[in-house]
C-alpha cells in the first residue's frame, strides 16, 4: 500500500474553524482542521492531505517563526502566523492611542517581529505636531514611515518587500484606505472568501493573506479584524521591561531582583522616571501590563 499523498500548503483564509489553504503553484482548496483542534493561523505552513479537487484536510502546521494572538487575551486566540513585519497606523486625526503605539511595540519586540511605525494622513496641518510626539519612538530606534495614504502608498509598498506585514491600528486611522491602495482587490476577495468558507454564517476571526509580489518583490500582507491590536498571553511580566528599549539597559539594577518597579525603594526604573529620562506614561504601561498578565494568571 503507497503512504497517501500529503502537500505543504499555506494557509490563506481562516474562518472561525474552515480555512483556505494555497499550494505552491496557487491553487486553492477549502480544508478542514482533524478532530476539535483548530490552533491554526491564517500564514502558517500546513501539511495537508487532499481528499478530493476542492478539499483536503489539515494534517499538523510546520514550525512557526511568529504567531499572533487576538487582544482578548484570556482566550488566547491566534490570528496570524509568520508574520515578520507589524506597521502600526497612526494618524494626527482622530487622535491616537500612545498607549496603543507602546503594546504594539511590545508585542512585536516578544515575537521578535519587526516594527514600523506608520504616521498616515501627512497631508493634514495637524501632522507635524503627531510627528514631533513620534520622535520619542523614533530615538528608541524604531522606523517611522510619514505618508498619506489618500495621495501616495508607494513609500508603504516599497517597504513590504521580503516581508508578511500585518497592518494595525485603531478604527479611522486610515488602515482600510492603505489596504485598499495595496491591494484593489481586497474588498472583492474577502467577500468571495466569506462566502466559500462560511457560507453566510457570521463569524467572529477571520483573517485573509494576500500576496502582493506582483508588485514588491516577495511582499505578503495579512489582514484582519481581529488584529487592531493583540494581546500579549505567553510574555512573562518579568520579561517586560527587557521588551522595552528604555527599560532595558535598566534590567537588574533595582536593589531587589524580584522588583515590580513600584513602591521598592532604589528602583532603577522609578529613578529613570524621576530624572526625566523615561517618560512617566513608559512606566504607567509597564504595570497595566503586569497587572493585565498576573490576572490572566487567575484565569
Ligand atoms: N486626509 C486624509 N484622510 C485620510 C487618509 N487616509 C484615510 N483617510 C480618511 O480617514 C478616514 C478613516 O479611514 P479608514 O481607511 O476607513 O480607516 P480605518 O483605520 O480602516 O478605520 P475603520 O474602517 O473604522 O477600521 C476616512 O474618512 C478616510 O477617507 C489620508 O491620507 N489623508
Ligand atoms: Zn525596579
Redesign the pocket.
Known amino acids: 500500500m503507497t503512504a497517501p499523498l500529503t502537500h505543504i500548503a499555506r494557509i490563506v483564509a481562516s474562518h472561525g474553524r474552515s480555512y483556505m489553504v494555497e499550494l505552491p503553484d496557487r491553487s486553492r482548496l477549502n480544508c478542514s482542521a482533524r478532530g476539535k483542534k483548530s490552533d491554526f493561523a491564517c500564514g502558517d505552513l500546513v501539511q495537508i492531505k487532499p481528499l478530493n479537487a476542492e478539499q483536503a484536510v489539515i494534517e499538523k502546521a510546520l514550525p512557526r517563526k511568529t504567531l499572533l494572538y487576538r487582544s482578548d487575551q484570556w482566550r488566547s486566540k491566534i490570528i496570524a502566523a509568520n508574520v515578520t513585519q507589524i506597521a502600526i497606523v497612526v494618524a494626527p486625526v482622530p487622535s491616537y492611542l500612545d498607549e496603543l503605539i507602546g503594546r504594539a511595540l511590545i508585542a512585536a519586540e516578544a515575537e521578535d517581529i519587526e516594527p514600523l511605525i506608520v504616521l498616515n494622513k501627512c497631508d493634514l496641518p495637524q501632522a507635524a505636531a503627531a510627528r514631533e510626539a513620534l520622535r520619542y519612538y523614533e530615538e528608541l530606534g524604531y522606523p517611522l514611515l510619514a505618508l498619506s495614504a489618500k495621495a501616495d502608498v508607494a513609500p508603504l509598498r516599497e517597504r513590504l518587500q521580503g516581508h508578511i506585514s500585518v497592518l494595525v491600528g485603531q478604527s479611522g486611522m486610515g488602515k482600510s484606505t492603505l489596504l485598499n491602495a495595496l491591494v484593489p482587490e481586497a474588498n472583492a476577495r474577502v467577500n468571495d472568501i466569506s462566502e466559500a468558507l462560511d457560507s453566510g454564517k457570521h463569524t467572529t476571526t477571520h483573517a485573509t493573506f494576500y500576496h502582493l509580489d506582483d508588485q514588491v518583490e516577495g511582499a505578503a500582507l495579512i489582514d484582519s479584524p481581529g488584529l487592531q491590536s493583540f494581546g500579549l498571553a505567553h510574555v512573562k511580566e518579568e520579561q517586560l521591561p527587557g521588551l522595552m528599549p528604555d527599560f532595558r539597559p535598566l534590567q537588574g539594577q ?1 536593589r ?1 531582583h524580584n ?3 513600584r513602591q ?1 525603594p532604589s ?4 529613578a529613570a522616571v524621576e530624572a526625566g529620562t523615561v517618560p512617566a506614561s513608559r512606566l504607567q504601561l509597564l504595570h497595566r501590563l503586569q497587572d493585565e498578565l498576573a490576572q490572566m494568571d487567575t484565569y
Open positions: 533595582c531587589f522588583c515590580r518597579h521598592e528602583c532603577a526604573l522609578k
